[in-house]
């Protein structure tokens, strides 16, 4: 037998039992580290399922307790809102409205859960009557009379209590005008969490079905970066950082894990990737034809991005996740414990 007068290594020695692999795993994933995105509209009684998101749904207020309690049984103690107002004008007056949805939403939650770690989108694309980012001039989105729109909706957010801010509309220059608002107006303490590298993705196209927000015309890149891009993601969190981001994010996250893997290297505050909305109707379209084990195809998609290096994962199959890794602990209590 040849194999006897050889010499090569044995990797699969370590591999044979699950309990070894449990030993040896590099990565692990934790509930800790997920955030569950939701989508608040106005109105009463709304649980409307989102057609190209199976299992992700357009809350009202009103149904926020049972959605809070959901996720506290399920261990997720992170939320990242977005909102879709009753009415929408040129200047997204209602992104910036003391009693507008995403504040009377963070108030609702806070008094459900003061615990609940809240995360808000700043962006005006959900805001604005033609769905773009900020005020156009002509068919241009305005960076500069922009970021005070978008500093004014960080203060209103953080007056409503959330817990963190994270602008995703790609203007330059839009942390350091919320940095300086939120220290202006008192709220010196709120982290912001940067969209910093943002890509002008096909993935978005369910969310925008999700959050009312595609543009009337045109599209997002003249803002967004363009998915040829790496060295210039890491200009873009390197002046995020400057301007006084907390904690940053990569965004589309599976198309993109050589961006996360590189800003790990790079950068040493928290990473956060977005598992965005197309990512998961690819997902969720091809497990409910049956074409794809749904389990294992998003855990190990979740351990991908960790393995390239994000902290924090946000991702629509969050409470999936939670789910499978109760089950999991759950099997491996059992099996270690006492007969
Ligand atoms: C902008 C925003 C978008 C997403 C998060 N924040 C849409 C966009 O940039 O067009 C996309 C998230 C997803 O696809 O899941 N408010």
């Not at 602008?167 to 010196?188: E, K, N, Y």
């Not at 096909?202 to 363009?226: E, K, L, N």
């Not at 393995?307 to 409470?319: E, F, M, N, P, S």
Request: charged fraction near 25%; hydrophobic fraction near 45%.
């Amino acid at each position: 037998m040849i194999a006897s007068e050889i010499s090569f290594r044995r990797f699969r020695r370590l591999r044979r039992t699950e309990g070894m692999r449990r030993l040896v795993r590099e990565t692990r994933l934790s509930v800790d580290e997920l955030i569950y995105p939701l989508f608040i509209t106005f109105g009463g009684g709304v649980h409307n399922e989102v057609p190209s998101m199976p299992g992700v749904f357009q809350l009202s207020i009103d149904q926020l307790p049972f959605e809070i309690e959901e996720l506290r049984r399920l261990g997720i103690g992170s939320v990242l809102l977005f909102g879709l107002p009753e009415t929408k004008d040129e200047l997204a007056s209602g992104a910036y409205d003391e009693h507008g949805i995403v504040q009377e939403a963070i108030r609702a939650i806070k008094a459900i859960d003061r615990e609940l770690v809240v995360i808000t989108d700043v962006c005006n694309c959900e805001y604005t009557s033609h769905g773009h980012c900020g005020i156009l001039n002509g068919e241009e989105v305005d960076n500069d009379p922009t970021l005070d729109l978008l500093a004014r909706t960080a203060v209103s957010h953080a007056a409503a209590g959330a817990d963190i801010v994270a602008p995703s509309d790609m203007m330059d220059g839009r942390v350091a005008a919320m940095r300086h608002a939120l220290d202006t107006a008192g709220f010196a303490q709120t982290p912001i969490l940067s969209y910093a590298a943002k890509y002008a993705s096909g993935f978005y196209g369910p969310f925008r079905d999700a959050a009312d927000s595609t543009p009337a015309f045109g599209d997002r890149r003249s803002h967004q970066m363009d998915p040829a891009n790496k060295r210039e993601a890491y200009l873009e969190i390197q002046a995020d950082l400057d301007e006084g981001a907390d904690a940053i994010m990569v965004k589309p996250a599976l198309a993109y894990l050589d961006v996360i893997a590189g800003a790990r290297e790079r950068f040493d505050v928290p990473i956060a990737a977005y598992n965005v909305s197309g990512e998961y109707a690819m997902v969720k379209a091809a497990a409910l034809n049956g074409w794809i084990d749904e389990q294992r195809v998003v855990m190990e998609s979740m351990t991908a991005i960790k393995r390239a290096g994000a902290d924090l994962i946000i991702t629509y199959h969050a409470k999936d996740v939670a789910r499978w890794l109760q089950a999991e602990s759950g099997v491996t209590a059992q099996s270690v414990g006492p007969a």
